[in-house]
T-cell receptor, first 113, second 111 residues
Framework: DTGVSQDPRHKITKRGQNVTFRCDPI?????LYWYRQTLGQGPEFLTY????????KSRLLSDRFSAERPKGSFSTLEIQRTEQGDSAMYLC???????????FGEGSRLTVL | QKEVEQDPGPLSVPEGAIVSLNCTYS??????FMWYRQYSRKGPELLMY????GNKEDGRFTAQVDKSSKYISLFIRDSQPSDSATYLC???????????FGTGTRLKVLA
């Protein structure tokens, strides 16, 4: 299967620890997105990459959050000094074209104790 | 007021019924519309993608866009218990990279 792959699927951490999530997009897709979803809500946009360039960041992405996409392939999302409010599902999606079909991975669920 | 409004449900229907799911939006610039199905603790699965107004059909699914009313719909024919999930609408406009999602409607199809 060559869909969007995310790792880990579930991470439990203590408040104050750093966590990192990885996303491998569909291979020919040069556009990559991170979204966050909490229970009972729709996904909220965090950030967008076109190739290796981060072109847009949401105000939701505080300075504790950083995302990278070295070489325009996989992407990482790091959260430093986690807080309980960071508990959510972190979704990665990729697309072949601007404002095109968006394909999501299965998500990385974060639980901050 | 949220940019995209979606009734959270739950919506319960008997197996075989026609299901109608809807979203309204406030930004008249939205031109790109998608519907997703999301099972519990899974990522959203793309069902339909439409551009501008009109209808699009794919198997048991039909997506409709009425830009004059700022209203989009997803119809599911011959609904099955396996269709029980949360359905999300998403939309965007030219000049931005992000899609705005509704909160999702929970659908239960009863056998």
């Amino acid at each position: 299967d060559t869909g969007v792959s995310q790792d880990p699927r579930h991470k439990i951490t203590k408040r104050g620890q750093n966590v990192t999530f990885r996303c491998d997009p569909i291979s020919e897709h040069n556009r990559l997105y991170w979204y966050r979803q909490t229970l009972g809500q729709g996904p909220e946009f965090l950030t967008y990459f076109q190739n290796e360039a981060q072109l847009e960041k949401s105000r939701l992405l505080s300075d504790r959050f950083s995302a990278e996409r070295p070489k325009g392939s996989f992407s990482t999302l790091e959260i430093q000094r986690t807080e309980q409010g960071d508990s959510a599902m972190y979704l990665c999606a990729s697309s072949l074209s601007e404002i095109g079909e968006l394909f999501f991975g299965e998500g990385s669920r974060l639980t901050v104790l | 007021q949220k940019e995209v409004e979606q009734d959270p449900g739950p919506l319960s229907v008997p197996e075989g019924a026609i299901v109608s799911l809807n979203c309204t939006y406030s930004n008249s610039a939205f031109q790109y519309f998608m519907w997703y199905r999301q099972y519990s603790r899974k990522g959203p699965e793309l069902l339909m993608y439409t551009y501008s107004s009109g209808n699009k059909e794919d198997g048991r699914f039909t997506a409709q866009v009425d830009k004059s009313s700022k209203y989009i719909s997803l119809f599911i024919r011959d609904s099955q218990p396996s269709d029980s999930a949360t359905y999300l609408c998403a939309m965007s406009r030219s000049g931005t990279y992000k899609y705005i999602f509704g909160t999702g409607t929970r659908l239960k199809v009863l056998a």
